[in-house]
């Protein structure tokens, strides 16, 4: 049934009033301390490691995971989980050898880095192909999956949830990122609350169902009715593979993918470039620990719900026009909670899709007041000024993502899977350009538009290239795995991304190096970063969380394999 009861509605309107009153008591207490440029964005100086921590969650958790990763875990199972565990190494070395250069050399936004270390070009180049990323693909993905799973549990229209997801965003955005960070610890709060409440039932339900209640005997009825959905690492016969090509997923392009996201990205950083290193560690090390706990909160209910499926328990709520959408397993199981449980866990995935769009359009907003308005039309902006412009932005972001989000095509491919490969076709030149960038001093600014516009333009190539090349030729350079017989006709599938962004990473990098070496051998020529090896020195209580980390996860992988 897709409506709430008045309990599940008192739930909500509890955690709403929360998180709004907590918020104006942050902002009131906060603001008259610090009403500089740099407080607003990043709140420099005030978020404690359990406040950055906790937004870092916060602002990644979202409907792209809670609905979007859920959905693909009905589709493809356990695998991936991948990209939650692998983000939680990723976020060590972020930790230690990203956030230390960040720091040191007082960089406070991605294209600042970027005009630090190679020039202004370069910097604003990149700071308006972000803000048309973080638009276009980012903000309108997390709008319109948020919308759908609102209105699958609530029965609201679909315009009216973009917009109520939209209002509730910006009225704590507009906050700054004091109030975001604080209030995110609540959000998160809800959201690992109501996840594991959500997972609980739905394993309970396959237990009940087959009648043997229990929440273990529902994991192990689980894992004998869908053994196929608790395989880490897919073989090349498996129809997912193009999503998740096997080891690549441990040593090709998923790292890529993680290092990037966690270590370039203005939407992720920024939680932490306003504290000292210290507690930016902390913080992140914290965030890590909450990465191994998520694939419990939104993958295991995406098993559950395709075991249900194919009971026929919903079968009619996972149909969109008489077609399968994986996407809608999560709010389906909603809709089997009990009252006030649905209610905690709608308000779980409100904070979890609100959380994250806050985060984002104030990311938005930071690198087009203090990269590009800043920078290229009013260089003499005041620090009021650029609050007020920075508002501004925020608004106009949010309208914007709102109206462009219905003509995305997002309902047509997984969520998840439309935000990673979308996203796939600039990471690899990204990635490449900062992580040179960062400890090669030789490298130039024309390496580095050789990663950023060379890595696109390489990616799109290599998605489109199989349609245009002799199959006989891809089968001799390696490609034969790509090709999977169907109705007894050879079928041609593209290259995985993954697959596709680690070849084009590997380009770059040699791109980048030959082109460097001819304009700068002796490597005197570039703006180079401050860093020295004591710089990656960590704390022995860092260290201990690090390995048991790499310890879990090596359990992980090594019992799903």
């Not at 739930?11 to 929360?18: K, L, R, S």
């Not at 910097?123 to 903000?139: E, P, Q």
């Amino acid at each position: 049934m897709h409506t709430l009861s008045n309990g599940d509605w008192t739930v909500f309107v509890i955690y709403f009033i929360i998180v709004a009153s907590y918020g104006y008591w942050v902002y009131r207490r906060k603001h008259n301390l610090d009403v500089s440029s740099q407080g607003y964005f990043l709140a420099q100086g005030t978020l404690t490691w359990w406040a950055i921590g906790a937004s870092l969650i916060a602002s990644n958790i979202s409907a792209e995971q809670m609905v979007g990763m859920s959905g693909s875990g009905f589709s493809m199972g356990l695998a991936i989980s991948c990209y939650e565990w692998m983000a939680a190494a990723t976020l060590v070395i972020v930790a230690v050898f990203f956030i230390p250069v960040y720091l040191k050399n007082k960089i406070f936004t991605m294209p600042q880095f970027l005009n630090q270390r190679y020039n202004g070009n370069v910097a604003m180049i990149m700071a308006i192909f972000w803000l048309l990323l973080y638009i276009i693909v980012n903000l309108t993905s997390i709008l319109y999956l948020g919308a759908i799973a609102v209105h699958g549990i609530s029965g609201i229209s679909m315009t009216t949830c973009v917009i109520f997801l939209a209002v509730f965003a910006v009225i704590i955005t507009l906050g700054g990122m004091k109030v975001i960070g604080y209030t995110d610890v609540i959000q998160v709060f809800f959201l690992i609350l109501g996840g594991l409440v959500t997972t609980y039932i739905a394993v309970n339900e396959v237990a009940k169902h087959f009648g043997s209640p229990g929440f273990l005997n529902g994991l192990s009825l689980m894992k004998s009715h869908a053994e196929d959905h608790f395989q880490m690492i897919f073989h090349k016969d498996n129809e997912h593979y193009s999503d998740l090509p096997g080891l690549s997923v441990l040593i090709g392009g998923l790292w890529i993918t993680n290092l990037n996201y966690w270590g370039c990205n203005q939407y992720i950083t920024q939680r932490a470039l306003g504290a000292d290193l210290k507690t930016a560690r902390t913080g992140i090390l914290f965030a890590a620990f909450l990465k191994l706990l998520m694939p419990v909160i939104v993958v295991l209910p995406g098993i559950a719900a395709f075991i249900l499926y194919k009971q026929n328990v919903f079968h009619s709520q996972m149909m969109v026009n008489g077609e399968l959408n994986p996407d809608n397993a999560y709010p389906s199981l909603l809709n089997l909670l009990p009252p006030w449980f649905k209610g905690l866990s709608f308000a779980a995935l409100t904070a979890a899709v609100v959380a994250s769009l806050a985060g984002k359009v104030n990311s938005i907003a930071t690198i087009f007041t203090m990269d590009i308005y800043k920078k290229a039309i009013k260089k003499d902006a005041t620090d009021k000024q650029m609050v007020t412009i920075g508002k501004i932005a925020v608004v106009v972001a949010m309208i914007l993502g709102c109206i462009i989000a219905p003509f995305m095509g997002i309902d047509k491919k997984g969520g998840f899977q439309f935000i990673q490969e979308y996203t796939g076709f600039v990471s690899p030149g990204i990635f490449a350009m900062f992580l040179l960038g960062f400890f090669w001093k030789k490298t130039t600014s024309s390496a580095a538009m050789f990663a950023t516009i060379g890595g696109f333009i390489m990616s799109v190539i290599l998605k489109v290239l199989p349609k245009f090349v002799n199959l006989a030729f891809l089968k001799g350079i390696g490609f034969s795995t790509l090709v999977l017989q169907s109705d007894g006709a050879t079928k041609l599938y593209e290259i995985p991304f993954l697959d596709r962004m680690a070849i084009v990473f590997v380009i770059c990098i040699i791109g980048m190096y030959f082109i460097s070496i001819k304009e700068n051998p002796k490597g005197d020529k570039t703006h180079a970063l401050e860093v020295d090896t004591s710089m990656f020195k960590v704390s022995n209580g860092f260290a201990v969380g690090a390995l048991i980390i790499g310890g879990i996860l090596t359990a992980l992988y090594t019992m799903f394999w």
